[in-house]
């Protein structure tokens, strides 16, 4: 370790709250799907922020979008019209392809919190939410609720009351526990933070009829999913193609690197959040919306979703070691799953070969990189990998 690094992390030790731990790095700048720390090291990003610079470090369109809108205005207020966010609203309602209504916020955490809140207003007449075991929707206290895993929820009970959880890709379990007193079921098409972990098919059919048999709202969380990562702009059309549900939630790569989320109601769920009802400072700023407009443009105009599934299914078929069980998930997010609890000794001999990933559980590795990473950069990011479990494994 450097003298300038250990100076940096004792003073981050001193200035911030213990939430994340010491890091093990300083980065200083970005290029790309390329990093570069205090010291100069170089490190190719294979994880993207946890999938949130979908088109990478310092991209020029988002830095030509950002420059130009903070010249004209960063800030008004969600009382005034924002063109920006106007055309950002219009522009996630037309990707639904369904008649839609948005309300944007400023992280993925809030976009559920948002439809928690619609569900409520929906279905005044019911109390109980269903999610699923191992998910992830958030930590404050309304997303936090909903998150299936009992670590993070238990230090910060009671939580919201009336939520079930069943095991996720158990169709029957999840049929069994929708009944006419479920507001809404909340469920990621892929488990994200468990390890990526793609639903099965034919469950989100299952909930689906099971939402329409009863008078339940389907909310999907595409928060990691959304935006091109799984080979589409939202992983549940990758997944379970002609699955329309009630409510989609989005964050992370929607702002190629900028704080935005989005609520999106469909139909009837779209209307029923009325004025005062909820509201956001920051929420669809017109810097965010800026940067969110040209990620989108991007994406469509240099057909990075279909590089995304092309690319994926490269780093997958080349992850071939002793130590690798599968690899699993969709285009550009993929879990690498190990035979033994290696993952943090894995990722750290990774970031010693130049190559960053994140070791989501004991035996899963996370790749999510930028949806602009070539073939060629593919490669060598699996290449590290390799030669990092070889490594640890050695």
């Known amino acids: ?31 790309g799907v390329r990093l570069w720390d205090a010291d100069g090291t170089e490190y190719l990003d294979l994880y993207a922020g946890i999938a949130v610079s ?5 991209h020029p369109a988002i830095v030509e979008a950002v420059s130009r809108q903070i010249g004209l205005v960063a800030h008004t207020t969600n009382l005034m019209i924002n063109p920006r966010a106007l055309e950002l609203g219009e522009r996630l309602a037309a990707l639904v392809g369904h008649d839609a209504r948005v309300f944007l916020c400023n992280s993925g955490a809030e976009a559920n919190e948002a439809a928690i809140k619609l569900v409520r207003r929906a279905r005044p007449d019911r109390s ?16 936090l609720s909903i998150t299936g895993q009992p670590a993070k929820r238990a230090p910060f009970a009671p939580l919201l009351p009336d939520v079930t959880f069943v095991p996720y890709g158990d169709a029957d379990a999840l049929r069994a526990a929708v009944t006419d007193q479920t507001a809404a079921v909340f469920l990621e098409p892929v488990l994200g933070e468990a390890g990526v972990i793609p639903a099965p098919l034919g469950y989100l059919k299952a909930a689906r009829e ?65 004025p005062g009802d909820h509201g956001t400072t920051f929420g669809g700023n017109a810097i965010a919306c800026a940067a969110a ?12 979703i279909e590089a995304c599934s092309a690319r994926g299914e490269q ?6 070691h002793p130590a690798v069980d599968h690899v699993r998930g969709a285009g550009l ?21 130049g190559v960053l990933v994140n070791a989501v559980s004991p035996t899963a590795i996370r790749i999510a990189p930028a949806l602009v990473i070539s073939e060629a950069e593919v490669e060598a990011g699996v290449g590290a990998v390799l030669k990092a479990l070889e490594e640890v494994t050695g």
Not at 226 to 232: K, L, Q
Not at 236 to 264: N, R, Y
Not at 293 to 304: K, M, V
Not at 340 to 350: G, N, S
Request: glycine content about 14%; hydrophobic content about 45%.
């Open 210 to 274: 099971a939402c329409d048999a009863t008078g339940a709202l389907l909310v999907l969380d595409e928060v990691q999913g959304g935006v091109g990562r799984a080979g589409a702009w939202f992983s549940h059309q990758v997944i379970e193609p002609g699955i329309v549900p009630d409510v989609i939630t989005m964050a992370k790569g929607l702002g190629g690197g900028l704080p935005i989320g989005a609520c999106l109601g469909l139909g009837q769920s779209g209307m029923a959040l009325r």
């Open 1 to 31: 370790m450097s003298t300038e690094l250990a100076a940096m992390q004792a003073r981050w030790n001193e200035a911030f709250m213990l939430t994340y731990g010491t890091p093990p790095l300083a980065i200083t700048r970005g290029q």
């Open 333 to 353: 997010w993929r879990g690498v799953v190990l035979r033994d609890p290696i993952a943090k000794e894995v990722e750290t001999a990774a970031r010693g070969h």
């Open 315 to 320: 780093l997958a078929a080349a992850l071939e």
């Open 54 to 58: 979908a088109l990478g470090h310092a």
């Open 128 to 143: 109980q939410l269903i999610a699923a075991e191992g998910a992830f929707h958030g930590r404050t206290l309304g997303a």
């Open 293 to 304: 407009l040209a990620t989108l443009d991007t994406i469509e105009s240099e057909g990075l």
